[in-house]
């Protein structure tokens, strides 16, 4: 069964110093008075948008409406947070929260169109999964070892799909290659699915995805896998080693909850947070996360605060070492 994984304790305490006052409270009446739509900041197919899916074809009907899921793709998941943060607090619009958008957009972007703490009344954790190297299963490398050989015995080094400019996967793609000595240059998408797309084609030869978008593939052959990033081996996909293993100090998770605009009433939050919960408890759903690699995580919304404080605090450092920057 799926793992819930205890909270540091760090998570509960600072979650009193990082919750931020919202806007002047919307009423909540007679909610939901029609469909409510998530906003999944990355193109179709990728993890993202495969765990936004499932929370919400289960969420709909314990809310007594329809769960919309609508793709805004662009600027490492940028465009599609910026709509949400914009949108009116009334709890009829929501965003998939990742890493990407809520961790690493605040140290990456100087522009950035809205503020990860202030700008959002988050409402739940859902996730947590390693990523994945996948290569071509044509591509004479078969290993990470013949990775590593091909990479170093060609000067431009190799291509590798990744889902936007400030993805976590775009940073574990210049971090494995700094570790590994060896040359990787990223190709950007507007999403996992239509960079796994490619490195299926051949377009490109290797690619870092989330596990979950990627289990499908590796177990049907349509691409290979060389490693994955978590602390230890993915029961899903239990034959691939960990680049922990292969001598890589890299561990490294993404994350994905959902979160609303701020100022949306606490009432809403909270009836959201308790329905999540219990979608994410229903054993179903539980086999289906373990199936793709995911772990949940449960957290309330101050929690759930806390904790993308700290992965602000975590990744400003490590998109400073990167040199990535964007405009």
Do not use: C
Request: zero cysteines; hydrophobic letters at 45%; a positive charge.
């Amino acid at each position: 069964m799926t793992r819930r994984i205890a909270l540091p304790r760090r998570w509960v305490l600072a979650a009193i110093g990082t919750t931020v006052a919202a806007p002047a409270p919307v009423r909540a009446q007679a909610w939901p008075s029609g469909p409510i739509r998530l906003v999944v900041p990355f193109a179709p197919g990728g993890t993202t948008d495969v765990m936004a899916r499932l929370v919400a074809d289960r969420l709909g009907p314990r809310l007594g409406t329809t769960v919309i899921v609508e793709n805004r793709a662009g600027a490492g998941a940028t465009i599609g947070s910026t709509f949400v943060a914009q949108a009116a607090p009334d709890g009829h619009t929501l965003v998939m929260s990742n890493i990407a958008s809520h961790g690493i957009a605040p140290s990456l972007y100087r522009n950035l169109r809205y503020d990860a703490l202030k700008d959002f009344a988050h409402v739940a954790m859902v996730t947590r999964n390693p990523s994945v190297m996948v290569a071509n299963p044509d591509f004479e490398a078969k290993s990470f070892a013949e990775v590593v050989r091909v990479a170093k015995a060609r000067p431009d080094g190799l291509d590798y799909g990744v889902s936007g400019a400030g993805s976590s996967n775009h940073l574990l793609g210049l971090r494995v290659a700094k570790a590994a000595g060896i040359r990787l240059t990223p190709v950007f998408y507007r999403g996992a699915g239509p960079a796994m797309t490619d490195t299926i084609a051949g377009v490109v030869p290797l690619m870092f995805d989330g596990l979950p978008s990627a289990t499908g593939h590796i177990r049907e052959g349509r691409v290979r896998g060389i490693a994955t990033s978590g602390a230890e081996r993915a029961a899903a996909v239990p034959d691939i080693p960990t680049f922990k293993e292969l001598g890589l100090d890299i561990v490294s998770y993404q994350w994905f909850g959902i979160s609303a605009p701020a100022g949306t009433p606490a009432e809403i939050v909270q009836r959201l947070n308790r329905e999540i919960r219990a979608v994410l408890a229903d054993t179903a759903v539980m086999q289906r996360f373990d199936q793709l690699g995911g772990t949940t995580l449960e957290m309330t919304p101050d929690q759930y605060t806390a904790f993308i404080a700290e992965e602000i605090a975590v990744w400003a450092p490590v998109v400073e070492a990167s040199g990535a920057r964007v405009d």
